[in-house]
């Protein structure tokens, strides 16, 4: 069974800093791509960030600069450090990861930046 669960999602004043983690089982996560989504109540869930098996990454240009993905295939992890957070980045935060041609989710942990 495949599991994705993400921690560290929180409540910061803007200008601050968060790390989010994400704890992969059931797959070869090291083969697989993987990332992070964003979704606010009322909008469609969007892509805040990805990471290929072989490290090459891709950024939402809303967040470009700001946040930085990166994984730990030897602890079936992947990070997403959100620095500069602003209001709007606030959201419920999903790990994504594709492995063999499907999609798995996490359950999703909240990130609230205050002005």
């Known amino acids: 069974q495949v599991q994705l669960v993400e921690s560290g999602g929180g409540l910061v004043q803007a200008g601050g800093s968060l790390r989010l983690s994400c704890a992969a089982s059931?797959?070869?996560?090291?083969?697989?791509?993987a990332g992070w989504y964003r979704q606010v109540p009322g909008k469609q869930r969007e892509l805040v960030a990805t990471i290929t098996s072989d490290g090459g990454t891709n950024y939402a240009d809303s967040v470009e600069g700001r946040f930085t993905i990166s994984r730990e295939n030897a602890l079936k992890q992947v990070y997403l450090q959100m620095n500069s957070l602003k209001p709007e980045d606030t959201a419920v935060y999903y790990c994504?990861?594709?492995?063999?041609?499907?999609?798995?989710w996490g359950q999703g942990t909240q990130v609230t930046v205050s002005s």
């Open positions: 994504w990861s594709r492995w063999l041609s499907y999609n798995y």
């Open positions: 059931g797959i070869i996560f090291s083969l697989s791509t």
